[in-house]
């Protein structure tokens, strides 16, 4: 039986099948939907659960080498909520670009977690190390 925090059998299969530079995208309820991409939809209500509720969760589980999120996030949030990711990401390298391309590389991940979360293009990819 595998020991983990995360209790959906779905998510604990994607976790399970990441390697080495896979990338893994949490995104906020109004996110693209790509049917080539196995996506995993945990909504609930709105901001139930959210990214940063998720990322906390799988931290643990998953060997994070790169956050790309969008600079447009830093533009569209406020100074609180900016720092709460900050928070959450520590220790991490983040690299922010535009929505555009962040969404031209979401094709190539190996899944994707759709969350509840309001928060404007608080959707991120993260890379394996």
Not at 47 to 55: G, N
Not at 112 to 124: E, H, S, V, W
Request: charged content about 15%.
């Amino acid at each position: 039986m595998l020991i983990t925090r995360i209790l959906n059998p779905q998510i604990n299969s994607l976790l399970s099948r990441v390697r080495h530079t896979n990338m893994l995208v949490i995104t906020d309820r109004g996110f693209p939907f790509w049917p080539m991409i196995e996506t995993i939809d945990i909504t609930l209500i709105d901001d139930i659960p959210t990214v940063l509720q998720v990322l906390n969760a799988i931290r643990p589980n998953f060997v994070i080498g790169e956050i790309i999120l969008a600079c447009e996030f830093r533009e569209h949030n406020s100074p609180e909520t900016v720092e709460q990711f900050a928070v959450a990401m520590h220790a991490l390298n983040v690299t922010f670009m535009p929505h555009t391309d962040l969404k031209q590389r979401v094709p190539s991940a190996i899944g994707l977690i759709r969350t509840g979360d309001t928060t404007p293009y608080a959707n991120m990819i993260l890379i394996s190390a």
